[in-house]
């Protein structure tokens, strides 16, 4: 069965993800975890369209993303009986690449 639901132009649909666990190990510590919110990307609109020129840029993020974004990011639709974020790609701080992060030390201190 096929998503119901295709995002269009810079929106992006990301399915949210519970508990601490982020997709490729990266972990939320307790105390971001009200700051700091996570979700694997399900479907993408096709670009920004520049006003002017009407010229299509690709988003970064696609299909299957491990994305992590602010609490109060995207707007709840439930599409299928499955909740989902629907946001701008300017509401996602960042992905995990490849499974290659890992705890960091603060070296500041």
Do not use: W
Request: glycine share 12%; hydrophobic share 35%.
């Amino acid at each position: 069965m096929s998503l119901q639901f295709e995002p269009l132009y810079s929106k992006v649909l990301v399915l949210p993800t519970d508990g601490q666990r982020v997709v490729d190990g990266v972990m939320i510590p307790d105390s971001a975890q009200e700051d700091c919110k996570s979700g694997v990307v399900v479907s993408t609109g096709n670009g920004y369209v520049h006003p002017e020129t009407g010229a299509v840029r690709p988003l970064s993020v696609k299909r299957g993303d491990a994305v992590l974004f602010g609490p109060y990011a995207g707007i709840p639709i439930i599409v299928g009986g499955q909740e989902y974020l629907l946001m701008e790609e300017l509401e996602i701080g960042g992905r995990v690449k490849n499974g290659t992060a890992t705890e960091t030390k603060n070296t500041t201190e």
